[in-house]
């Protein structure tokens, strides 16, 4: 399997569920991340993680806790969601793992959450 | 202002025609720019990088005008598979500060 791999596609959870979003890439890239999309929104960085290390969290409430083992897997764990957090999940990776940001980003075909 | 604003469109373009669309960025910083496509509920693909000195690629060209701080990206001859929702996106920052516009859709019509 090649390319960035997200699951699950879909996923539907209570208030009061934990989940987890596994992000696999099999690029050997050095950076990956999470972006959340909300309809007609853009795309909202969420964490990058450079060589397994986090370089970034962009104010995303502690609800959504990322974890990264390895520089082929991330994952993001849920926890006491609301329903505003209802959007698709893209986890992306990229080539560069020292923050000059120009490599291309390759994303997964991200995970649709729906929050009850 | 938003950092990077887009008409949302959508642009309805018979198949063959030429379109040609906008991305505006308020950072005068920016340093790298690209446009990636996305397909309805799928994920984002890089179409092309930006740059200074205008690229084409195909039937697509893209331009940056820095003075006026906007990119541009025309699409010739345009097929039906060209539908789609085309995002720009612009560095500022280092560490995946990639601003993503909310995009432009175009829909090629038979």
């Known amino acids: 399997e090649t390319g960035v791999t997200q699951t699950p596609r879909h996923l539907v959870m209570g208030m009061t569920n934990k989940k987890s979003l596994k992000c696999e890439q099999h690029?050997?890239?050095?950076?990956m991340y999470w972006y959340k999309q909300s309809a007609k929104k853009p795309l909202e960085l969420m964490f990058v993680y450079s060589l397994e290390e986090r370089v970034e969290n962009n104010s995303v409430p502690s609800r959504f806790s990322p974890e990264c083992p390895n520089s082929s897997h991330l994952f993001l764990h849920l926890h006491t969601l609301q329903p505003e957090d209802s959007a698709l999940y893209l986890c992306?990776?990229?080539?560069?793992?020292?923050?000059?940001?120009?490599?291309?980003?390759?994303f997964g075909n991200g995970t649709r959450l729906t929050v009850t | 202002r938003k950092e990077v604003e887009q008409d949302p469109g959508p642009f309805n373009v018979p198949e063959g025609a030429t379109v040609a669309f906008n991305c505006t960025y308020s950072?005068?910083?920016?340093?790298?720019f690209f446009w990636y496509r996305q397909d309805c509920r799928k994920e984002p693909k890089l179409l092309m990088s930006v740059y200074s000195s205008g690229n084409e690629d195909g039937r697509f060209t893209a331009q940056l005008n820095r003075a006026s701080q906007y990119i541009s990206l025309l699409i010739r001859d345009s097929k039906l598979s060209d539908s789609a929702t085309y995002l720009c996106v612009v560095l500022t920052d280092s560490w995946g500060k990639l601003q993503f516009g909310a995009g432009t859709q175009v829909v090629v019509t038979p």
């Open positions: 992306a990776s990229s080539q560069d793992g020292d923050g000059t940001g120009g490599s291309p980003l390759h």
């Open positions: 950072n005068s910083a920016s340093q790298s």
């Open positions: 690029l050997g890239h050095n950076a």
